[in-house]
């Protein structure tokens, strides 16, 4: 209990000492959320480029699998 009662004084201290940090970051995270809240675009342009990736890269996969199961190739003598 009493090293409780010492962190909690020692972490009071460091609070009161830090106060104007402290202001500060709360003000700088108050600012970015409402940034954030006012543009919705950075919400939905991740998920909009991770679906047109996710796409592109199942398309790829799609294309590599149907090279692989052609088989073996080996050269044939072809006459015209």
Do not use: E
């Not at 009071?12 to 108050?30: E, G, P, T, W």
């Not at 959320?33 to 909009?48: E, N």
């Not at 991770?50 to 796409?55: D, E, H, Q, S």
């Amino acid at each position: 209990m009493w090293i409780s009662w010492i962190l909690a004084a020692w972490f009071l201290v460091f609070v009161f000492c830090n106060l104007k940090s402290l202001r500060v970051s709360i003000a700088v995270i108050d600012t970015a959320a409402d940034f954030v809240s006012d543009t919705k675009r950075g919400f939905l342009l991740p998920v909009l480029y991770f679906t047109i990736g996710l796409i592109v890269t199942l398309v790829w996969l799609y294309g590599f699998i149907c090279v692989c199961s052609i088989g073996t190739i080996t050269p044939g003598n072809y006459a015209l």
